[in-house]
């Protein structure tokens, strides 16, 4: 009966270690990304590419120090391709296509709600 309990407490400070990284890392990161992707796309509509530069600058600089803690609790893979993301937005800003830097931004979104989804706390990810 002693090691159910232990069994139990452990696993009590399992779920509630996932879900302080879910809510405090994983969440905030993921809201700041949302709010600078969308201001950046609308830099972006808008041809003002002297305005989404340091926009993206912004969204790097963050990724960078994200990315030292999300390698611990994220797919490497999402990892990957939010990185690759960022560069290409930032290669396409840089030359001012319009087309592809709105694709890419919609990836990044994309990259960023499948990390939401995979990493949340839910019975679909315990099981």
Not at 2 to 15: G, N, R, V
Not at 27 to 52: G, P, Q, R, T
Request: net charge negative; with cysteine; aromatic share 14%.
């Amino acid at each position: 009966m002693k090691t159910l309990y232990i069994s139990l407490a452990w696993l009590l400070i399992i779920i509630m270690l996932w879900f302080f990284v879910y809510n405090f890392v994983l969440n905030n990161a993921i809201n700041f990304f949302s709010d600078e992707l969308n201001i950046l796309h609308e830099s972006v509509i808008k041809e003002n590419y002297n305005e989404a530069k340091p926009n993206i600058d912004k969204i790097k600089k963050r990724w960078e120090e994200t990315e030292k803690i999300w390698i611990y609790c994220v797919n490497q893979s999402e990892v990957e391709n939010i990185k690759s993301s960022i560069s290409k937005i930032e290669n396409y800003i840089k030359i001012e296509n319009q087309a592809m830097a709105l694709l890419e931004i919609e990836e990044f979104k994309k990259f960023l709600s499948l990390v939401k989804g995979n990493e949340s706390l839910s019975l679909e990810n315990i099981f």
